[in-house]
């Protein structure tokens, strides 16, 4: 069975340095999204993207944050200058149609800032 | 590897009877599982959770019940009402001596309560 898969598994990076968080999504899916959990909170939406273009986005999703599908199976989020409460897990997932569709969730990439 | 399966992709009931959502898992390391509520256009936002050392946990119309033996977990929502129409995923995550990983999310099931 398919699956969304993320590297790495864990990022360790210091204050103001930028990530990349790397997704390969379901090969059909046309729809890719990024999720935040912050450690004890409850997983966030962050930001939807369709056709090279962001459909929907969150207000934690602010200019630090950048998201790009560089080639036909990659899809990325980036992190510009990353500060401390940016520390938590990222997962990405993908559907086939919109948000109104079953979205499959990648494991996650847990980023710790130091 | 599916490790968190929602079999039913959709549910519909009637308003005022009880809606009843199943969850299987095969991990048994997972100790905390969630269920997330999302509407269209939306994205997941979380309803009610449950830790494996409970077998039940209420809040308001919603119940979550945990049968780690048969690694199965249900909501239930009673009454139903309209506006609980919407695609419920359920979650699983493993908590280590770093937090929460391994987070694993079911396909979700589209419940659609009927006035």
């Known amino acids: 069975e398919p699956e969304v898969t993320q590297t790495p598994s864990h990022q360790v990076t210091q204050m103001g340095q930028e990530v990349i968080l790397r997704c390969v999504p379901i090969s059909n899916h046309l729809y890719f999204y990024w999720y935040r959990q912050i450690l004890g909170q409850k997983v966030e939406f962050l930001v939807s993207f369709y056709n090279n273009e962001i459909s929907e986005k969150s207000e934690i999703f602010d200019d630090q944050f950048s998201v790009e599908r560089p080639d036909g199976s990659n899809f990325t989020l980036k992190i510009r200058s990353t500060k401390l409460e940016d520390s938590a897990m990222y997962f990405c997932?993908?559907?086939?149609?919109?948000?109104?569709?079953?979205?499959?969730f990648g494991p996650g990439t847990r980023l710790t800032v130091l | 590897d599916q490790q968190v399966k929602q079999n039913s992709p959709s549910l519909s009931v009637q308003e005022g009877r009880i809606s009843i959502l199943n969850c299987d898992y095969t991990n048994s390391m997972f100790d905390y599982f969630l269920w997330y509520k999302k509407y269209p256009a939306e994205g997941p936002t979380f309803l009610i959770s449950?830790?494996?050392?409970?077998d039940k946990n209420e809040d308001g119309r919603f119940t979550v019940f945990l049968n780690k033996s048969a690694k199965h977990l249900s909501l239930h929502i009673v009454p139903s009402q309209p506006g609980d129409s919407a695609v419920y995923f359920c979650a699983a995550q493993r908590w280590g001596a770093l937090g929460a990983n391994d987070m694993r999310f079911g396909a979700g099931t589209r419940l659609t309560v009927k006035p």
């Open positions: 997932a993908s559907s086939v149609r919109g948000l109104e569709d079953t979205q499959y």
């Open positions: 449950i830790s494996s050392i409970k």
